[in-house]
Structure formats: C-alpha cells, structure tokens
C-alpha cells in the first residue's frame, strides 16, 4: 500500500488486523449486563443487536493515530445488505480513497497518487491476515455483533462477556444493561484479533437505535495505533448510489 491517505481509504480492514485486547474504561463505563445466567438467553440478546437494515448510510469523521501521525478524514458509508460496502474518504473538502467491497472483489482507489488495487474479496481478507468475511465487514461500520454460523462452544465468562467458539473464530461480546452491545474482541486461530467498542447510540430514521461512536486499538509491528469513527448521521432503509470506477491512466499497485 502506498502513502498514508490511501491506508484511510482502508483504515475499516485494517480494524481487523492484530489488534491488542481492549478494556473497558473505568468510571465512566456503562455497567455490563450479568443478571443473565442461561448462555443461550445471553445469545439471543446479543443476536438482537444485529440490527436489521436494507440500505445503511452514514457520514462522520474518522481519525487515526498511526506511526507517530495523528491525522482525521470526512468518511461517507453506504451499504446494500449481504451486497456491497461502498466508503469515500475525504480530506479538506477533496475525495482521497473510495473503497467498493463486495462478498466476490474488492477495488480501492488512491485519488493523491492516482493508483489502485483490486482482489477478489477472499483474497484481500488473507492478504491483510483479517479475521473476517462479507458478514463481519460490514458490521466494522454498522455495529452489532458477530456471531459465528456455527458454535462448538457458548458460555458466559465470569465478567458478563459472552463467549463464542467455532472452528474459524472465537468471539466475545460485552452487552449493558440497556442490552446494548458495548464491546466486541474477535479471534483467528493466528491470534489476529478485531476489538472495538460501541457508544453514543442514537435513534435513527427507522427507530431504531445504532452506535454513533466506535473506538479501536491496534498493535502492529509492536507499535500501538488508535482509530475511532464517530458518525455524524446514520440513515437507514433509503436505497443509495454506489458510484465507482477506476480512471484509465491509474495506476495498479
């Protein structure tokens, strides 16, 4: 990948890549929800934080600490459910990444150095060791849990969290006692690891109540790098445009 604006355009992927257990923060943390004692009650309520969309579009603000440089972007998602994630980044007013996944290619352009890459979806999740598919990508922008299709082992550990195995992931959800979910860790048997938080929910167009806040901890070569997206707006069920193509004289990195 080449020059740091680019790697905004796929800062979402790189949520996902050897990221350091998060904590909860003392004080003003919400309280975790424990009063459940059956993993399979628990599970249902952390099913219910998959929030269920057509269409999802959001704007905010994304900033990333990374390698000594703090540095933050205007950020347009779209989404088409089980379809497409569409992201444009932009910097003072002028578009610098766009980013069109979907569940068969991904494709990423680098406005500032006119240059882009293309994989085909699988391949980039191995490329870049993510922890992920199509289903977990897209809930890096939407909130909710990842639940694995299929689970070799449920329990509630001894913090509230509760834990999920299958045989390609592990995952751990934290849920208050709104029943809202505030904490995620995700793990590949690599020990690649995806661990965000959730706050500031709101109530959007449809009703419903999706995180406006999501912060991220990533350790990379023995470095720490923080990201955290706070969205601006979130709309829900309205069909978008998906604008997206590749200028001739780019060049493939």
């Known amino acids: 990948m080449k020059g740091i604006f680019f790697l905004l355009a796929i800062c979402s992927s790189l949520l996902l890549i050897r990221c350091t257990p998060g904590k909860l923060a003392a004080g003003d943390s919400p309280k975790v929800l424990k009063d459940v004692s059956e993993a399979s009650a628990l599970l249902d309520i952390v099913r ?3 929030l269920p969309y057509s269409w999802y579009a959001a704007t905010g603000t994304g900033t990333i600490d990374w390698d000594g440089q703090r540095l933050s972007a205007k950020v347009i998602v779209r989404i088409q459910n089980d379809s ?11 578009e610098v990444g766009r980013m069109l996944v979907r569940p068969d290619s991904s494709f990423f352009i680098n406005r500032l150095e006119q240059s882009y890459a293309a994989h085909r979806t699988n391949d980039f999740f ?26 070799t082992r449920i329990e509630i550990e001894n913090d509230g969290a509760l834990y999920l195995e299958s045989p390609q ?43 406006y806040h999501r912060g991220n901890s990533l350790l990379i070569d023995g470095k720490t790098n923080l990201f955290t997206l706070d969205y601006s707006t979130i709309e829900v069920n309205v069909p978008q445009e998906l604008p997206f193509s590749i200028p001739s004289h780019y060049e493939k990195m």
């Open 126 to 151: 191995k490329k870049y060791n993510l922890p992920a598919d199509f289903d977990m990508f897209s809930k890096v922008f939407t909130g909710g849990a990842y639940v694995p299709p299929v689970q």
């Open 48 to 50: 219910a934080t998959d």
């Open 169 to 211: 992931v592990s995952a751990r959800h934290w849920i208050d006692t709104d029943r809202r979910l505030i904490k995620s860790q995700v793990m590949d048997p690599n020990k690649h690891e995806w661990n965000a938080d959730y706050s500031s929910y709101q109530q959007v167009n449809s009703g419903q109540l999706f995180p």
């Open 84 to 94: 497409a994630i569409w992201v444009q980044i932009s910097k003072l007013g002028f």
